[in-house]
């Protein structure tokens, strides 16, 4: 069944950092290492970890709106990992093809993850961005130089290096030659920072068409973003690179 808290159609809510890493650390353990859901799973564990390893030395003006980035914005991803497991038809559209073809031999591990980086950063960051920031901030925030926008940036430069230094170099040491440039071409195709930035605006558009809305989730604009995030990360899980094993 569910874990606690990790379904919205209950209404339940994850409300602490350390209640959303326990929920990932029991998906790594349950999962094997294979799975492209582990992949992405463990990569973002490694990457939130990260961040908040930052936000807690300093590297950011305002540590605790990265914490309330953080308790906004996960929370999408295990809600859709429990639908996965326990109401497939309900998961939405962005997170079909990571869940679809996890175990697709064909597919290489950086694909997984940045399919999964795909769903996650294009539709479910948008909609924590919602969740963040007033409607009063949006003019600003559209125009990027609202408050909090020199700390979001921060975290894509945490998330890429993360990428480069910790996660990336294990499969370039696993794969070939050949392979290597079929993953430096997918990757080329992918920008975390510019992702994000496109999350920020899409949130921020949210916001402005619904000032007082308590969540953007299930909203046209919402479907919308779901499926085209979704058609991307479908992109990024294409199998001819693995023909180059």
């Not at 996890?102 to 961005?129: E, K, N, W, Y």
């Not at 940036?153 to 079929?182: A, H, K, W």
Request: some cysteine; overall charge negative; proline content about 5%.
């Amino acid at each position: 069944g569910d874990a606690p808290g990790a379904s919205r159609d209950r209404g339940d809510r994850l409300n602490t950092t350390a209640e959303i890493s326990g929920h990932m650390r029991a998906i790594n353990a349950e999962l094997p290492p294979n799975d492209g859901v582990a992949l992405f799973n463990r990569t973002y564990l490694l990457s939130r970890e990260n961040v908040l390893a930052a936000a807690d030395d300093g590297y950011f003006s305002d540590r605790d709106y990265i914490y309330r980035l953080d308790r906004a914005f996960a929370p999408y991803w295990l809600r859709a990992y429990y639908l996965s497991k326990n109401s497939p038809l309900k998961v939405p559209a962005c997170w079909k093809p990571t869940f679809s073809q996890r175990m697709d031999p064909q597919l290489l591990a950086v694909q997984h993850i940045v399919a999964g980086l795909t769903a996650h950063i294009f539709r479910d960051l948008s909609l924590a961005v919602f969740d963040t920031e007033r409607w009063i901030d949006v003019p600003r925030n559209k125009l990027f130089v609202g408050k909090h926008f020199n700390d979001y940036n921060g975290v894509s430069d945490i998330l890429v290096r993360t990428m480069d230094e910790q996660v990336l170099p294990e499969f370039r040491d696993t794969y070939s030659g050949e392979v290597l440039l079929g993953i430096d071409s997918l990757l080329a195709g992918f920008s975390i920072r510019l992702a994000r930035v496109d999350a920020w605006d899409r949130g921020n558009t949210m916001r402005l068409k619904s000032p007082f809305g308590a969540s953007a989730e299930g909203t046209v604009l919402d479907t919308a973003f779901s499926v085209e995030a979704g058609v991307l990360a479908q992109g990024f899980l294409t199998p001819p690179l693995a023909d180059l094993l």
